[in-house]
């Protein structure tokens, strides 16, 4: 019968166990490399035992020694947190007999510097990869659909990414505080961009943004200091709150006559921008949307259009069609 561990039905809080007890139960999962293994029996190299198809929830979180760790195709799941917080661990080789990685599986593994998902895998789940701040690149196969909330969030090395045409959904901060993040391209299989999905990427210079997609998330792209051009598509519908705001490099934008909303604070504190006009297509303009932007010398809005003493700045010119 083929083994399949949950350490959540062994104990509780497996790192404030001593390593004889963390011996234990990795013995129960893991075929240990003998001559890769220090004398406090924690193992610095490790194999799933064969027949092992699920690698469970929390298995290995916190082994402080943990460098590499190589599964076989017998192996179709890797659990909830499985690795997390394995901070040294380097390399981990995921066989293409994986279909899912759950929730939190390499959290905050600070070594790993590449990692290459098979085609096998269909969704990268919430905060998979959260806070892996050496890693570099990553591979995203066309199998893969979808990609959750945090999945990425806090990869501050990564630099370049490519985002397959399988993917649908883009989920809530999936990419938020990659600060060395330079290009990204999004296909236009996508339909979801969710709220602060590249938030505080500060190495980010242009976006476009393909019209599969009909609204721009909640501080979706707010605070990428260096983008200076995005492109908006006329499928675009809204325009959510904060969805720009503290974008510093940011001379112009098009607004399409698709978008019939804007949301609170959504330009707001884009110290460069200084034109912009919005189409008759506007029916609603938040609070502050484009507050404190600084260089905005003239707007063009509908004249129908009601807008709050705190939508503009106080110096700017207001025309209307």
């Known amino acids: 019968m083929a083994s399949i561990i949950n350490i959540n039905e062994l104990m509780d809080n497996i790192h404030c166990y001593e390593p004889g007890i963390w011996k234990m139960i990795m013995d129960m999962v893991f075929i240990p490399c003998n ?25 290995t979180q916190y082994s402080d020694n943990l460098i590499m760790a190589i599964c076989d195709n017998s192996v179709t799941s890797i659990g909830k947190g499985a690795f997390a917080s394995c901070q040294f661990l380097e390399t981990f080789v995921i066989p293409d007999s994986v279909t899912s990685i759950g929730e939190d599986a390499f959290a905050c593994c600070s070594s790993i510097i ?18 892996c701040d050496s890693l570099e690149t990553i591979t995203i196969p066309n199998s893969v659909t979808y990609i959750g909330d945090s999945a990425f969030e806090g990869c501050s090395c990564l630099k370049t990414i490519i985002i397959p045409d ?9 990419f938020e505080c990659c600060e060395s993040l330079e290009t990204i391209t999004i296909p236009n299989s996508v339909t979801y961009i969710g709220d602060s999905a ?20 909640d501080k979706a792209f707010a605070n990428c200091s260096n983008l200076g051009l995005i492109t908006i598509p006329n499928s675009i519908i ?15 934008v098009a607004i399409p006559n698709s978008v019939t909303s804007i949301g609170d604070s959504a330009f707001e504190s884009c110290s460069c921008l200084k034109t912009i006009i919005i189409p008759d297509s506007v029916t609603s303009i938040g609070e502050d949307a484009f507050d404190d932007c600084g260089s905005l010398e003239t707007i063009t809005i509908p004249k129908d259009l009601k807008y709050s003493q705190d939508t503009f700045p106080k110096n700017t010119k207001i025309k209307k069609k």
């Open 35 to 59: 001559e890769n293994r220090d004398r406090n029996h924690k193992y610095i190299r490790a194999l799933p035992k064969p027949g092992t198809t699920c690698i469970g929830e929390n298995i």
């Open 166 to 174: 399988s993917i649908t959904y883009i989920g809530d901060s999936a």
């Open 198 to 217: 590249f938030e505080y990427c500060d190495s980010l210079e242009t976006i476009t943004i393909p019209n599969s997609v009909t609204s721009i998330g």
């Open 114 to 131: 590449s990692i290459t998902i098979p085609n096998s895998v269909t969704r990268i789940d919430k905060c998979s990869f959260y806070g």
């Open 238 to 252: 809204s325009i959510g709150e904060c969805a720009f705001e503290c974008c510093d490099s940011l001379t112009s």
